[in-house]
């Protein structure tokens, strides 16, 4: 069974910087890809980043491009990072780890994303 945990949120400022990690079981990073989702209060889950794949580059949202940077840590390959910088108040969400198929690579769906961890929660205040 495939277990997702996110951690490093918390209560930041605005302009501050945090570092997600998400930490899978087993070896599913080497034969799917992870990303990034976030769903603040009132609002649908969104597409935030997933890690690229051959030779294309990691997709973000238009809302993060420039501040967040989503990594694998390549030595094990069973963790993934999403560096967030210069938050702002509209960051503040539940941020989730989720994984999706090589083959749906491109999709910012979260229909297209099959196993998903709990959520750390990322609260930016002004």
């Known amino acids: 069974q495939v277990h997702l945990v996110e951690s490093g949120g918390g209560l930041v400022q605005a302009g501050d910087s945090v570092r997600l990690s998400c930490v899978a079981s087993?070896?599913?990073?080497?034969?799917?890809?992870p990303g990034w989702f976030r769903q603040a209060p009132g609002k649908e889950r969104e597409f935030v980043a997933v890690?690229?794949?051959?030779?294309?580059?990691?997709?973000y949202a238009d809302s993060v491009k420039g501040r967040f940077t989503i990594s694998r840590d390549d030595a094990n390959n069973t963790v993934v990072y999403l560096q967030m910088n210069n938050l702002k108040p509209e960051d503040t969400a539940l941020y989730y780890c989720?994984?999706?198929?090589?083959?749906?690579?491109?999709?910012?769906?979260?229909?297209?994303?099959?196993?998903w961890g709990q959520g750390t929660q990322v609260t930016v205040s002004s």
């Open positions: 989720a994984t999706t198929s090589f083959s749906k690579f491109g999709s910012t769906s979260s229909r297209d994303f099959d196993y």
């Open positions: 087993g070896r599913i990073f080497s034969y799917s890809l």
């Open positions: 890690i690229g794949w051959r030779d294309a580059s990691p997709l």
